[in-house]
């Protein structure tokens, strides 16, 4: 686990470096300057950067214990990502291109009615409040490393087939009562370090795409919490 974690952390320094790396040649002769763009430069030409806004709804699916019941619309998930795209095949009416870059995510679980997450002794549990509750959220920060390969068609359809991996940054539950201040109570609720998924998206030229992301594996460390997936699915503006 340390080996992958010091991995993705290389590989996401890595990516975010070369996102804004760009390599000139200077060259004086006879009094002359000539600028001559290396290798590297003249394929960067040909590399687009996007900034992408993910936005949409996610939830757990698989048998959960009781008390894991989640708003459909209050369990959002939102990202920003700092994306390359890479030609692979930039000739013809079919294109190939690889997408990748840091993001930065984050996925909100709303729980139902009053019932808060609280961690005590290793173990998770969820309680009751004894007070009407207008929000109780757990809330998970991930920095990630997406590895997309993109398909554009000549009707302008686009297919994005890939996966990513990621670090947990930050890891709260939120809760608000009814006429009271919010309170953040930050800790790692048991949660694994390095999460990876699956992840594709559909759009039409320009236009927003739709993205649906699926995590195999369960977010919580074995034996100590929910056996369960995490999905996700909703715009990339």
Known sequence: MKAIYHLLTTALTLTSAASFAQTT??????SATHTV????????ERIASDFSIYIGLNNFSGTLPRGYEFRPIGSRFVALGWQKRIPLIAKGPTKLRLVTGPEIAWNNFMFEGNNTLVEQNNQ???????????????????L?????????????LTLGLGAYAGLRVDSYTKVKAEGARAVRTHGSYNLNQVRWGLTTELGFRHEAKLFFRYEPKSPFEPGLGPDASVWAVGFKL
């Open 37 to 44: 763009r290396s290798y590297s430069t003249k394929r960067a």
């Open 124 to 142: 998770l549990i969820v309680e009751s409040a004894n007070v009407d509750l207008r929000r109780s959220k757990l809330v998970t920060t991930q």
């Open 144 to 156: 990630n490393l997406p590895v997309i390969l993109n398909l554009s068609f000549r009707s302008g």
């Open 25 to 30: 040649i200077t060259i004086e002769k006879d």
